[in-house]
C-alpha cells in the first residue's frame, strides 16, 4: 500500500491537485479523440484516483506479477479515466493517450487486459466486473491482496450484479470491494416518462445491504473520505464491503453537471471544450 | 457404464493431485453431470457457483487470470445459450483458459424436453475466437483432450451427452481417427453421434458388411490437410450430427472444399426439441440405426461392397 500517514492537509492539497490533472487530461484525450465519456469519467475519477495512486499496489514493476491488488473498471466506458491516471502512474507511456482509441493504439475504447498493462480485466459489457473480481479474490485469498471493483449505478441494473453480490456473500469473500459510482444518471434513463422513478439505482444501501454486504456511503469526490472509507472496507473481515460513492456526472464542469444525459457521451465544439478545460482547472469544490 | 462426464470429473481428480492449478466449478447440477465427485478429492478447489451460470463464467475467467485453469460445469444448453455473452467477452476475448463442460448436449434430454436440448451450440461455440471443441467418446479421448486442453493454455468447450457411450476404448490420442478400416462410403461422427455411427457399423458387421468411421474427438478447429488425406480414398461419406445438421461438422467440413461427396444426418432444423426416451427421439427424426443404414445403402454402401469383393 503506498498510502503513507502524512498531514491531512498536505495530502488532500495532492489530491486535489492530481484530481485537476486528471480531470484536464480526460476532457483533453478525450475532445482530441472525438468526443466520448465525459460525464461518468468525471464521475469516477476521484474515485479511480484514490484506489489507484493511495490503495492498491499497481505500478510498472509489478503489472505482471500474480499476487498483487487487482482493479477492475467494470463501467468499462469510462475508460478514459482509468487510462489518464495508468499514464500519470507511468504504468503506460502519456504519449499512448494521443491515439486512444485508435487502430493498434494499445488504448481501445474499453478497457482490454490483452493490450494494455495495468487493465487487470476486460470491461465493457456491463454487469460482469464483480464476478471476475470474485474469482480473482478467490485465488488471491490468504495472499494479503485485496480486489477493487468499480461498477456505475446504471451498470447495477445487469442481473449479474446481483448473481455476484448473492455469491460474495454465500463465499464471505472479505477480500473483495466494490465501489458503486452513484451519479444518479445514465445514457437515455427514464425522463420520457414522469411516473417512472428516475434515478438509475433506487436505494442502493439497503440493496446491497439486502444482500449481506457491509456498506458505506460517501462523498465520491472527497478524496479523504474516500481514503478513510477505503481503509475501512479492507479491515472488514466479514464478507464484502460496498462503498456507494454519491457522485455528479460530469463532475467539475458546469455546463456537463447540469445536462448529464447530454454529457453521458458526446463530443464538444472548441468553445465548450476550452470552457470544460478552464472549470476543471479549478475543481476543488467537493459539496454535492 | 459411467457417464462422459463422470469419467471426466475422475481424470481431473487424478490430475488434480498434481496440478493445483485445476479447479472446478458448477451451477448446481454436479449430481446429473458429474463434478460431483471433484469435492470427494478436493473440496477447497470446488466452487459451487449456484444457478447463476453468467456469474459462474465471468468468476472462472477472473480466477483464470491468476494462472489458475478452472473448469466450469453445468449443462451446455445453460452455458451456452444461457452465459454466451460471458463467454464471448470474458473467456473468448481475453483467450483466457477456461474451459467448459456442458453435459447433456444434443436432441436427447429424456422428459428434461427442448429447453435442455442444446442443437446449436457447436455452430455458436465455433463463430467464437480461440476456443477448441471437443466431443469425446471414451475414456481414452477423454484423456487426450484434458491433456492437451492443459497444455495448450486457451479456451475450449468439452461437449459431452446425457446417455452413456460405449464405444470401445481405443488408444488413439488424436484429434480425429477412424474405427475400424477406412471404406469407400463412410461415416464421419463425433461425440454421442459416434455411438450412433458404432451401433450401424456393429449392425452392419453382422450382415457382413463393413463401414468404417472417421470419429472426430476434437470438432474445432480442424486441420484441412490431415482430413484430406484422412478421407483420400473415401468417395462418399455421411455425417452424424447430434446437433442440427446446419452450423455443426458438416459446415466445418463443407468449409473445407473436399473431394468427398458430403451428406448429414442430424436433428432437423425445424425441430425445437422434445420430451421422449432416446430411440424414440431417433426413432421419430430419422436417426435410428435402421435409418442411418437404409441412408447408407442409399449412397451406394451396397455397390462399393460388391465393388471391394
Known amino acids: ?288 | 457404464m459411467q457417464k462422459l462426464g463422470f469419467i471426466v470429473t475422475d481424470y481431473l481428480a487424478e490430475k488434480a493431485n498434481l496440478d493445483e492449478r485445476i479447479w472446478v466449478f458448477d451451477a448446481d447440477l454436479a449430481d446429473s453431470n458429474g463434478a460431483e465427485s471433484f469435492i470427494k478429492t478436493h473440496s477447497s478447489r470446488y466452487i459451487a457457483a449456484g444457478i447463476a451460470e453468467q456469474n459462474m463464467i465471468s468468476i472462472a475467467a477472473g480466477m483464470a487470470t491468476l494462472n489458475r485453469i478452472p473448469f466450469v460445469y453445468s449443462f451446455s444448453s445453460f452455458l451456452v445459450y444461457q452465459a454466451f455473452n460471458q463467454i464471448r467477452t470474458c473467456i473468448s476475448q481475453t483467450s483466457l483458459p477456461v474451459i467448459l463442460v456442458g453435459s447433456h448436449a444434443g436432441g436427447c434430454c429424456g422428459k428434461n424436453g427442448k429447453t435442455h436440448t442444446a442443437l446449436s451450440d457447436i455452430a455458436l461455440m465455433r463463430s467464437l475466437p480461440n476456443f477448441s471443441i471437443w466431443a469425446p467418446c471414451n475414456k481414452n479421448d477423454i484423456a487426450y483432450s484434458i491433456d492437451t486442453i492443459i497444455k495448450e493454455k486457451k479456451p475450449a468447450y468439452i461437449r459431452l451427452p446425457r446417455d452413456t457411450c460405449n464405444v470401445p476404448f481405443q488408444k488413439k490420442e488424436k484429434p480425429f481417427y477412424w474405427i475400424g478400416k477406412p471404406s469407400s462410403v463412410a461415416l464421419i461422427s463425433y461425440g454421442y453421434s459416434t455411438q450412433w455411427a458404432y451401433e450401424a457399423q456393429q449392425t452392419l458387421k453382422k450382415k457382413n458388411i463393413h463401414i468404417g468411421i472417421l470419429h472426430f474427438n476434437r470438432v474445432s478447429p480442424i486441420s484441412c490437410s490431415d482430413i484430406k488425406n484422412s478421407l483420400n480414398n473415401v468417395k462418399t461419406a455421411l455425417i452424424l450430427e447430434d446437433h442440427y445438421t446446419s452450423g455443426g461438422l458438416f459446415s466445418s467440413l463443407n468449409e473445407l472444399s473436399l473431394s468427398t461427396v458430403l451428406h448429414s444426418r442430424g436433428w432437423h432444423s425445424s425441430w425445437s426439441g422434445q420430451s421422449g426416451e432416446t430411440e424414440e427421439l431417433k426413432e421419430q427424426q430419422a436417426l435410428s440405426t435402421q435409418s442411418i443404414i437404409n441412408k447408407l445403402l442409399k449412397l451406394g454402401l451396397n455397390d462399393s461392397v460388391k465393388r471391394i469383393s
Open chain 1, 1 to 288: 500500500m503506498f498510502y503513507k500517514k502524512e498531514n491531512n492537509d498536505s495530502l488532500k492539497d495532492r489530491m486535489t491537485k492530481d484530481s485537476i490533472t486528471l480531470r484536464r487530461f480526460i476532457i483533453k484525450y478525450l475532445h482530441q479523440s472525438g468526443g466520448g465519456h465525459f460525464g461518468g469519467a468525471l464521475s469516477v475519477a476521484d474515485v479511480l484516483l484514490v484506489i489507484l495512486k493511495y490503495i492498491v499496489n499497481l505500478n510498472s514493476g509489478n503489472c505482471n506479477k500474480t499476487y498483487r491488488d487487482r482493479i477492475i473498471l467494470s463501467k468499462g466506458h469510462t475508460s478514459i479515466a482509468l487510462y489518464c491516471l495508468l499514464a500519470m502512474q507511468n504504468i503506460i507511456d502519456i504519449d499512448t493517450l494521443d491515439n486512444y482509441g485508435g487502430l493498434n493504439a494499445g488504448l481501445e475504447g474499453h478497457p482490454d487486459m490483452t493490450v494494455t498493462p495495468g487493465v487487470d480485466f476486460s470491461t465493457g459489457s456491463l454487469g460482469q466486473g464483480i464476478s471476475a473480481g470474485i474469482g480473482m479474490a478467490l485465488a488471491l485469498k490468504n495472499k494479503n491482496s485485496h480486489v477493487w471493483v468499480i461498477v456505475g449505478d446504471g451498470e447495477c441494473q445487469e442481473g449479474q450484479i446481483w448473481e455476484a453480490a448473492a455469491f460474495a456473500e454465500r463465499y464471505k469473500i472479505n477480500n473483495l470491494h466494490v465501489i458503486v459510482d452513484c451519479n444518479g444518471a445514465q445514457e437515455f434513463g427514464f425522463k420520457h416518462d414522469k411516473f417512472l422513478l428516475q434515478k438509475p439505482l433506487i436505494n442502493p444501501e439497503n440493496k446491497w445491504r439486502a444482500f449481506g454486504w457491509n456498506v458505506t456511503s460517501v462523498n465520491g469526490h472527497n478524496h479523504l473520505d474516500i481514503l478513510h472509507s477505503c481503509h475501512a472496507m479492507m479491515n472488514h473481515s466479514n464478507g464484502p464491503s460496498v462503498l456507494i460513492a454519491q457522485t455528479k456526472k460530469g463532475y467539475g464542469v458546469n455546463q456537463f453537471e447540469r445536462n448529464p444525459e447530454e454529457f453521458h457521451c458526446t463530443e464538444l465544439s472548441e468553445y465548450q471544450f476550452q470552457k470544460a478545460l478552464k472549470e476543471a482547472s479549478s475543481c476543488k469544490n467537493l459539496d454535492l
